[in-house]
């Protein structure tokens, strides 16, 4: 399908339009390999967020905010990584406006840790915004945000195989983030979503995908990523040990439940967390930084997640998200 045909294929799919033998047929059609039409991906995520239910806030703080997420999938196991590096993105001045659910493939989903944290994630959406306008950081439960997924996802169920659902929500930020750090569980999809995001409006954007099919950037490989910047999107890889990071194997940086991946946090801001559980958070960081322009590149924004880790800026930030959340 080119853009338009997809487009209105998609906006059917919204609407209701079709029934459920006809949905089915339709996500079984859209095949997500590596022969996934970019157009297609592009016109899927306008027409989701076209169904959305938007952050309200101002423009001006809307060209401000960005996204630090994973598509999940990936089976490694790892603690809530994006959200670790979100709370302490936020805490070097970024405005995070997260866009995630509870957990699905793993134990512990990025809502399923902040609430473990003490973050109050039955706000409204209006509250939800006087959150991020507060303190620089919110969370956005995807199913408070996308309604017409109702119908869709009893059937999407059904499906066993990956359908192109698994790599939309990151597309689709409810605050319209026109910047993002983006992981997905396969390579093949790292150039393909960055281009979206340059159809879509993104103005930076980094989608990253590891050797070993982790969504995040990884100390236990070289990491596949590109990079839109100024309506260019250029493809690169990413090797920690460039930066002075020892790698380290996936075991270390393996998670468990709410409660476990909650104190892994902790212990990182804390500095009392393993090398590796730390190190991970800090290449991640300082790419949504260079992302949000708040760096130079990669080497400058590890400098500046160091000292917010260093003079307990994060764990500040994190007691400042927590108190605000549960004031409104």
Excluded: W
């Excluded at 405005?95 to 989903?109: I, L, N, P, Q």
């Amino acid at each position: 399908m080119n853009y338009e045909e997809a487009k209105r294929s998609f906006t059917s799919l919204f609407k209701h339009e079709m029934n459920d033998a006809q949905m089915r047929e339709f996500l079984l059609s859209v095949k997500l390999d590596e022969s996934t039409n970019t157009q297609t991906i592009a016109a899927a995520a306008e027409v989701m967020r076209s169904f959305a239910i938007l952050l309200p806030i101002s423009n001006y703080l809307r060209s401000k905010v960005v996204d630090i997420v994973g598509t999940g999938g990936d089976k490694i196991g790892s603690f809530n990584i994006s959200s670790t590096v979100a709370i302490l993105a936020a805490s070097c001045g970024s405005m995070v406006a997260k866009h995630g659910s509870r957990s699905v493939t793993s134990k512990s989903g990025s809502a399923d840790m902040f609430e473990e944290l003490g973050v109050r994630l039955d706000l409204d959406i209006e509250k939800s915004a006087r959150l991020l306008e507060e303190s620089g950081f919110t969370f956005m439960f995807a199913q408070n945000h996308h309604p017409a997924m109702k119908f869709i996802m009893p059937v999407r169920k059904t499906i066993p195989d990956k359908t192109i659902f698994n790599i939309l929500g990151p597309l689709t930020n409810p605050a319209v983030a026109k910047k993002s750090l983006l992981g997905v569980f396969n390579k093949a999809f790292v150039p393909k979503m960055a281009e979206a995001l340059r159809i879509n409006g993104a103005v930076s954007t980094m989608v990253v995908s590891s050797e070993e099919g982790m969504d995040e950037i990884s100390i236990s490989d070289i990491t596949y990523a590109s990079r839109l910047k100024d309506g260019v999107v250029d493809e690169f890889i990413i090797d920690p040990q460039e930066y002075g990071i020892r790698r380290a194997p996936l075991k270390a940086i393996v998670g468990g439940d709410a409660k476990e991946n909650a104190q892994i946090l902790y212990n990182i801001f804390d500095g009392k967390s393993t090398d590796a559980q730390r190190d991970i958070v800090l290449v991640n960081a300082a790419s949504a930084l260079m992302v949000d322009g708040l760096a130079r590149d990669i080497q400058d924004g590890l400098e500046i997640a160091q000292m917010a880790l260093k003079t307990r800026k994060a764990k500040e930030k994190l007691k400042q998200i927590i108190e605000i959340s549960n004031k409104l």
